[in-house]
Each structure stands twice: as C-alpha cells, then as structure tokens.
C-alpha cells in the first residue's frame, strides 16, 4: 500500500480539490481528511531546541556495569 500525503485547503463553498496524484484513473483510493495541526514555531515539537549542552566526562564509560559480556 502506497501513502501520499498532501496539503490542501477547504475552499468557501465546503469543496475540496485534489490535483496531480500520483495514482492512475480507476484506482480505488481510501480518502481521509484530518484537520492540520500547526505549531507556532516549533517549540512543541522539539521542546529542547536551542537548548545548550554539557557533557560531563565525555569519555567515561556509562553503564558497564551492565554489560554481562564484561564479568
């Protein structure tokens, strides 16, 4: 099964046109309409952003405790 997602806008008569699919005539397609959600400038999505980052002991092992292989 192929997805093809495509952004579009209702127009002011409630109609809804789609243009240059990339399916052939008589292909039977399943249509659903989800409202977009938009963010109003990312921060959301990606809430650590811009965020600065320290690293203490960038070398050191982590978690070899657990590691059976080791023991």
């Given at each position: 099964?192929?997805?093809?997602?495509?952004?579009?806008?209702?127009?002011?008569?409630?109609?809804?046109?789609?243009?240059?699919?990339?399916?052939?005539?008589?292909?039977e397609v399943e249509?659903?309409?989800?409202?977009?959600?938009?963010?109003?400038?990312?921060?959301?999505?990606?809430?650590?952003?811009?965020?600065?980052?320290?690293?203490?002991?960038?070398?050191?092992?982590?978690?070899?405790?657990?590691?059976?292989?080791?023991?």
């Amino acid at each position: 099964m192929s997805t093809h997602r495509v952004a579009a806008t209702i127009e002011h008569d409630g109609t809804l046109t789609l243009n240059d699919l990339p399916f052939q005539a008589g292909d039977e397609v399943e249509v659903i309409i989800l409202p977009r959600r938009t963010h109003a400038n990312g921060s959301a999505r990606y809430p650590l952003r811009g965020q600065s980052i320290q690293y203490d002991e960038p070398f050191a092992p982590v978690a070899e405790e657990d590691w059976g292989a080791l023991q």
